[in-house]
Structures are given as structure tokens and as C-alpha cells.
């Protein structure tokens, strides 16, 4: 009866860690153990709820007193990694991983424990290996094409972060972290209209993640920012200053002074037709390129901008 009644404990409060309930899966859990002290998955929810809540040391401490009831239970290590990397103990991480991967090689989710704690430790090429290997084992875990993401991203590898970013995305299409990785990876190859679609998606999913709106902000200005006209002007200028002193400029001295006028004029109309297609002609069009790709960026545009939250 006892076990029973701490299964039903159990399911409930893993239904409230899945929703974020994590006081009440504390409960739960803590509940669950009273009736069935020797049940290590007991001892695994709690410390997830703990973790959820961010008390760390409490997390640690339910883990191991798990794992000293079932050394080689692959959640609680799994756990573990997690609370130490968090901690910042990296020795401690990095041996509780390696741990993790001696006893559960197959399972796709201690790849990703591991290469997580790979990551933050600096050891990339290790987490790669362990983010591919997670892939192989569940080609269908998007969280693994993310963290090969995050990978490629901070070692200067946007292009191949993007296409990991993608199959993320293919797979749970509204993760509004993906999306803004994606955003990141695609704004780092100077594709500045497709990372703000992408900034915006993310902000769509989550309204209020300040970190997106800043890069979708930033994204479109950018991309709206055309410069040019100044420069064109500069470089005319020069061109005259230079061609004034060759023996060309004699035969203009030849020339009636009413045509000289007239050229110049023309010369001048040019010049500035050529200034105003650089300044305005050319942010028209992108405008307009932007609107293609998504009608209403401009409107969220202005709405970024009013944000005072939003750097």
C-alpha cells in the first residue's frame, strides 16, 4: 500500500515539475518519500524540483542521498551534472559526467548532460562529440541540435550553427531559444533582414524576453542602415580636386563659359540624384525587402523602439 501510494506521489509530482509547479512538486516528492524511503526516482524528482526552484545545495544533497541507494541510476547522475556545472565545481562536473557516460553509453540524454559540462569547461571539441553522438542515439531530441548549435556558435562557426539551429527548430518550432540562437548565428553572417525575422519569431514566442527584442532591434536598424551618399560625395570631390590638375582640365578652360555652366549643372543634378538613391532610394528598398519577408516588422519595429526595457 505504501508503494502505491508513493507511485501515485511520484506521477504527480513529475506532472507538476513538467509545468513548472515546483513547490508543490516538492511536496509531492518529500511526501512520496515518507512512504517509500528506498525509492531512488523519489529522491531524483525532488532534487529536480529543488533545482527548479534554484536551491542548489539542496538539489546536491538529494541526489547523493539517491545515489547512495542506487549508485548507477543514470536521472540522478544526470541531475548531478547539472547541479555542479551550475555550481560552477567543473572538477566535480566533469567526473560525475564521465561517470554518466561509462554507464549509460546509449542514452542520448547523458550525451547531452556530458557535452554540456564539456561546453562550459572549454572543452569544445569533446561536447561536439557528445552532441553528435546524442544525435546518432535520437535523431528526433532537438535539444541536441540546439546544444550543437550553441557549440559551432561560440567557436566562430555561424553557418553550421545555423543549420543545427534549423533542424531544432523543425522539430519543436516554437522554442524561443532556438529561435534567437538562430537569429545570432544568422546576424554573425551579416544576414541581417533573416536574423531579425528570426529575433521577432522569438519575441512572438516569448514576449518577454528583453535579450530578443534587443537583437531584433539592433537586427533592423542595421539592416535599414544604408550609408553611401556621404562617401559618394567625398570620392566626387576628390575626383575633381585630382582632375583639375590634369591636362585635361585645359580643354574645359576652351569651352564657352555658358556651356561650361550647363555641364556643370548637369554634373551637379547627377551627383545629387546619385546622393539621394544612396541615402534614401536604397533604405526605400530595403524597407520594402523587409516588408516582403515579413508585413509586419516595421510595426514591431516602432513598438521595440517605444520599449524602455528594450537597449
Same mark, same amino acid.
Given at each position: 500500500m505504501d508503494l502505491q501510494r508513493a507511485g501515485e506521489l511520484f506521477e504527480k509530482a513529475e506532472a507538476a515539475n513538467d509545468v513548472g509547479r515546483y513547490e508543490t512538486a516538492q511536496s509531492l516528492a518529500a511526501q512520496g518519500i515518507a512512504f517509500a524511503p528506498e525509492a531512488a526516482e523519489l529522491y531524483a524528482s525532488l532534487a529536480r524540483a529543488c533545482l527548479g526552484l534554484n536551491q542548489l545545495p539542496q538539489a546536491? #544533497?538529494?541526489?547523493? $542521498?539517491?545515489?547512495?541507494?542506487? @549508485?548507477?541510476?543514470?536521472?540522478? &547522475?544526470?541531475?548531478?551534472? &547539472?547541479? #555542479?556545472?551550475?555550481?560552477?565545481?567543473?572538477? $566535480?562536473s566533469t567526473s560525475v559526467a564521465k561517470r554518466l557516460l561509462q554507464l549509460a553509453p546509449h542514452d542520448s540524454l547523458s550525451h547531452i548532460a556530458a557535452g554540456r559540462t564539456f561546453l562550459q569547461c572549454g572543452n569544445t571539441p $569533446?561536447?561536439?562529440q557528445r552532441f553528435q553522438e546524442a544525435i546518432r542515439l535520437d535523431p528526433m531530441n532537438d535539444d541536441a541540435f540546439s546544444s550543437l548549435g550553441i557549440c559551432y556558435l561560440e567557436s566562430g562557426q555561424p553557418k553550421? *550553427? $545555423?543549420?543545427?539551429?534549423?533542424? *531544432?527548430?523543425?522539430?519543436? @518550432?516554437?522554442?524561443? !531559444?532556438?529561435?534567437?540562437?538562430?537569429?545570432?548565428?544568422?546576424?554573425? /553572417?551579416?544576414? /541581417?533582414?533573416? *536574423?531579425?525575422? *528570426?529575433f521577432k519569431a522569438a519575441v512572438i514566442v516569448d514576449p518577454t524576453c528583453a535579450v530578443s527584442k534587443s537583437n531584433a532591434k539592433a537586427s533592423i536598424a542595421a539592416y535599414l542602415s544604408v550609408g553611401g551618399g556621404l562617401l559618394l560625395l567625398y570620392l566626387f570631390a576628390k575626383l575633381m580636386f585630382v582632375a583639375g590638375k590634369t591636362p585635361a582640365a585645359k580643354l574645359i578652360e576652351d569651352i564657352p563659359l555658358k556651356q561650361q555652366k550647363m555641364i556643370a549643372a548637369t554634373i551637379g543634378i547627377g551627383v545629387l540624384l546619385l546622393f539621394g538613391f544612396f541615402t534614401y532610394g536604397r533604405r526605400w528598398l530595403r524597407k520594402r525587402d523587409l516588408l516582403g519577408a515579413d508585413p509586419q516588422i516595421l510595426e514591431f519595429y516602432?513598438?521595440?523602439? !517605444?520599449?524602455?526595457?528594450? !537597449?
Amino acid at each position: 500500500m505504501d508503494l502505491q501510494r508513493a507511485g501515485e506521489l511520484f506521477e504527480k509530482a513529475e506532472a507538476a515539475n513538467d509545468v513548472g509547479r515546483y513547490e508543490t512538486a516538492q511536496s509531492l516528492a518529500a511526501q512520496g518519500i515518507a512512504f517509500a524511503p528506498e525509492a531512488a526516482e523519489l529522491y531524483a524528482s525532488l532534487a529536480r524540483a529543488c533545482l527548479g526552484l534554484n536551491q542548489l545545495p539542496q538539489a546536491e #544533497t538529494h541526489c547523493r $542521498e539517491g545515489l547512495r541507494l542506487d @549508485p548507477d541510476n543514470a536521472w540522478l &547522475l544526470r541531475i548531478l551534472v &547539472l547541479v #555542479t556545472r551550475l555550481r560552477e565545481d567543473f572538477t $566535480e562536473s566533469t567526473s560525475v559526467a564521465k561517470r554518466l557516460l561509462q554507464l549509460a553509453p546509449h542514452d542520448s540524454l547523458s550525451h547531452i548532460a556530458a557535452g554540456r559540462t564539456f561546453l562550459q569547461c572549454g572543452n569544445t571539441p $569533446e561536447a561536439v562529440q557528445r552532441f553528435q553522438e546524442a544525435i546518432r542515439l535520437d535523431p528526433m531530441n532537438d535539444d541536441a541540435f540546439s546544444s550543437l548549435g550553441i557549440c559551432y556558435l561560440e567557436s566562430g562557426q555561424p553557418k553550421m *550553427a $545555423e543549420q543545427q539551429f534549423r533542424q *531544432a527548430l523543425s522539430l519543436n @518550432p516554437n522554442n524561443a !531559444k532556438d529561435l534567437n540562437n538562430l537569429g545570432v548565428s544568422l546576424q554573425r /553572417q551579416g544576414k /541581417q533582414k533573416d *536574423a531579425a525575422v *528570426a529575433f521577432k519569431a522569438a519575441v512572438i514566442v516569448d514576449p518577454t524576453c528583453a535579450v530578443s527584442k534587443s537583437n531584433a532591434k539592433a537586427s533592423i536598424a542595421a539592416y535599414l542602415s544604408v550609408g553611401g551618399g556621404l562617401l559618394l560625395l567625398y570620392l566626387f570631390a576628390k575626383l575633381m580636386f585630382v582632375a583639375g590638375k590634369t591636362p585635361a582640365a585645359k580643354l574645359i578652360e576652351d569651352i564657352p563659359l555658358k556651356q561650361q555652366k550647363m555641364i556643370a549643372a548637369t554634373i551637379g543634378i547627377g551627383v545629387l540624384l546619385l546622393f539621394g538613391f544612396f541615402t534614401y532610394g536604397r533604405r526605400w528598398l530595403r524597407k520594402r525587402d523587409l516588408l516582403g519577408a515579413d508585413p509586419q516588422i516595421l510595426e514591431f519595429y516602432k513598438t521595440v523602439c !517605444k520599449d524602455k526595457d528594450v !537597449k
